[in-house]
């Protein structure tokens, strides 16, 4: 008759990490999922930022990242404050948490949460820090024409995007691509780094690397008048711009007195009419659509949106306004 097993020899069940989840963009919908489906983590609930008024109608539309979590099933916290005082009893009805997930949450976290749980606060950052330190790294990466960019995460400390890192990922940019484009493409790159730090540090074998403060770029967040067009520059610089600026707020313009976006447009090789003026509609055709002037060259216009109206091909936009060839586009005047 055999011995019964010893139980030393029953394998015991790894307990899960408790953790919570917090983001609020587009950009942070796969990392939830990523992490909701890591079977070394429990969340237990998900803090994205309150609704806010949206679209033509201006009605509250909730974050990209509570539609998700409610999709998973997940609890739904939109504090307004995240205050000790106010928070800290909110935390208090989760059992000790391992990890607080921070991805594009959009206010800085108070030093008490930093501390909070077991291995800190976790983020994901969609850039190789800390190159594009700030709240607007993509738009930077390709507003200064970069080839690769990356996704990077981190121990969050007090400073802006200044603590130490655990992993990165270089990504190249792809040709052509606009701001929508590469958000999706480094979110889900982002979503894969997440759950290997997740599971790195759970194993004990993740780094902890300081910041090269002297290699770092600090990038302010996007303003109104960084979305304007200045025509008297060059044809490379406004193209990195319109791509830096799809799909949403993308590059803006006056023409007419009206306020016309612009989404795609591409760079001619030679400027047809050297001595135009910046801005100016040097041609208008059924063919070629409108092709406009710069301090450098010209931008050939491919999709634009009118104030007021949705996207469409710049055929459609020449054919509905009868655009000719002498018009200009302008930026608003500057205030006195």
């Excluded at 609704?51 to 504090?79: I, N, Y």
């Excluded at 960019?149 to 990504?171: A, F």
């Excluded at 599971?199 to 780094?207: D, K, M, N, R, V």
Aim: aromatic letters at 6%; one cysteine or more.
């Amino acid at each position: 008759m055999s011995e019964p097993a010893s139980s030393a020899h029953i394998p015991s069940t790894p307990r899960l990490a408790h953790a919570i989840y917090m983001g609020t963009p587009d950009f942070a919908v796969p990392s939830l999922r990523a992490l909701a489906q890591c079977p070394q983590v429990q969340i237990h609930a998900v803090l994205t930022q309150p609704d806010k008024p949206r679209g033509r109608g201006m009605k509250l539309q909730p974050t990209p990242v509570k539609t998700a979590a409610e999709a998973l099933g997940f609890p739904v916290f939109q504090p307004t404050t995240l205050k000790e005082e106010s928070f800290l009893p909110i935390l208090e009805q989760w059992p000790p948490l391992d990890f607080i997930f921070v991805v594009a949450y959009g206010k800085k976290i108070p030093s008490y949460l930093l501390k909070y749980a077991k291995f800190g606060c976790i983020n994901l950052h969609p850039s190789l820090l800390p190159r594009y330190r700030g709240g607007a790294p993509i738009q930077r990466a390709l507003f200064n024409g970069d080839t690769e960019t990356g996704v990077t995460t981190m121990y969050l400390d007090d400073g802006w995007d200044t603590g130490d890192l655990i992993l990165q990922e270089r990504v190249a940019i792809p040709q052509e691509s606009d701001c929508g484009q590469l958000t999706e493409i480094l979110a889900n790159q982002g979503a894969a780094l997440l759950v290997r730090t997740v599971e790195a540090i759970l194993s004990g074998q993740a780094p902890r690397i300081p910041q090269d403060d002297s290699q770092a770029t600090h990038e302010p967040l996007l303003t109104p008048e960084d979305e304007w067009i200045d025509w008297s520059q060059s044809a490379l610089t406004i193209h990195r711009r319109i791509r830096g600026l799809s799909p949403e707020p993308a590059a803006k313009t006056l023409f007419r007195g009206f306020i016309l976006r612009i989404h795609r447009a591409s760079i001619l090789a030679e400027n047809p009419s050297p001595s135009a003026k910046p801005g100016s509609v040097i041609e208008s055709s059924k063919g070629a659509g409108i092709t406009i002037a710069t301090g450098e060259g010209a931008i050939r216009l491919e999709e634009v949106q009118p104030q007021g109206k949705k996207r469409m091909s710049v055929q459609d936009f020449r054919n509905g306004h009868r655009v000719e060839a002498g018009e200009s586009f302008s930026n608003p005047p500057l205030p006195e």
